[in-house]
């Protein structure tokens, strides 16, 4: 399994992006679908999940109320809309997920800045 993040890059405070994480697999086949990032200097922290069948769709309290997981199951994408952007928020972002063998795949990540 395959993950390929894109959609990162430079924004002010305040703005928007949309990550994307494109899987080599359908996402139907796959337990959860998560996005976690890593700060300079910090260990990795978990963002978002969305869970198959009934959707479930957790976030941090850090992004709570800004951000939103979403898939596509035809497309086998998953994504994260990020609103309201901090300084904060600057990272690497991953896009992650659960195999039904409970076998954890990563992305490698996109780079997210937010500064003025």
């Known amino acids: 399994v395959q993950l390929v993040e894109s959609g990162g890059g430079l924004v002010q405070p305040g703005g928007s992006l949309r990550l994307s994480c494109a899987v080599s697999?359908?996402?139907?086949?796959?337990?959860?679908q998560d996005w976690y990032r890593q700060a300079p200097g910090k260990e990795r922290e978990w963002v978002a999940t969305?869970?198959?069948?009934?959707?479930?769709?957790s976030y941090a309290d850090s992004v709570k109320d800004r951000f939103i997981i979403s898939r596509d199951v035809p497309s086998s994408k998953f994504y994260l809309q990020m609103n309201g952007l901090k300084p904060e928020d600057t990272a690497v972002y991953y896009c992650?997920?659960?195999?039904?063998?409970?076998?954890?795949?990563w992305g490698p990540g996109t780079q997210v800045t937010v500064s003025s």
């Open positions: 992650s997920a659960i195999t039904y063998l409970n076998n954890r795949k």
């Open positions: 697999i359908s996402i139907a086949n796959l337990k959860s």
């Open positions: 969305v869970i198959r069948g009934d959707e479930t769709k």
